[in-house]
C-alpha cells in the first residue's frame, strides 16, 4: 500500500489543521491507520490510530481531546483533524498502516509509511 499525506502548514497556536492521508494500491479493509510525529532532535512518537472501520481508536495522552482520527472508506483516506494547536505539537506528521487488528502505539508494527507533511505551530 502507497501512503500520501497533506495538509500541513504554519498556524498559529489555538488553531486547527487537518491532514490527509490517501491510500492507493493493496489497500484492505482491516488495514490499521496511524499518524505519526518527529519533531526536530526527537524520535518519531505515534499520535493517533483507526481501524478502517472505524470502530477501534487509539490517542496519545498529549493529543487526547483535541485531535480526532477519522476515515472515508470510499474515498481510502484517513484524516487527522488537530485543534487547540501547540508549539509542541510542531513536526513531521507521518502516516502509517499495519495490518494489525487494532491500532497500536509500537512504531515497529507499522510496516508502511508515507512521506511526512510538516506542521509549525508558532506561539
Known amino acids: 500500500v502507497q501512503l500520501q499525506a497533506s495538509g500541513g502548514g504554519l498556524v498559529q497556536a489555538g488553531g486547527s489543521l487537518r491532514l490527509s492521508c490517501a491510500a492507493s494500491g493493496r489497500t484492505h479493509t482491516n488495514y490499521i491507520m496511524a499518524w505519526f510525529r518527529q519533531a526536530p532532535g526527537k524520535e518519531r512518537e505515534f499520535v493517533a490510530g483507526i481501524s478502517w472501520s472505524g470502530g477501534s481508536t487509539l490517542y496519545a495522552d498529549s493529543v487526547q481531546g483535541r485531535f480526532n482520527i477519522a476515515t472515508d472508506n470510499a474515498k481510502k483516506t484517513v484524516y487527522l483533524q488537530m485543534n487547540s494547536l501547540k508549539p509542541d505539537d510542531t513536526g513531521v506528521y507521518y502516516c502509517?498502516?499495519?495490518?494489525?487488528?487494532?491500532?497500536?502505539?509500537?512504531?515497529?508494527?507499522?510496516?508502511?509509511w508515507g512521506q511526512g507533511t510538516l506542521v509549525t505551530v508558532s506561539s
Open positions: 502509517a498502516a499495519s495490518t494489525l487488528s487494532r491500532p497500536t502505539m509500537i512504531r515497529s508494527r507499522y510496516r508502511n
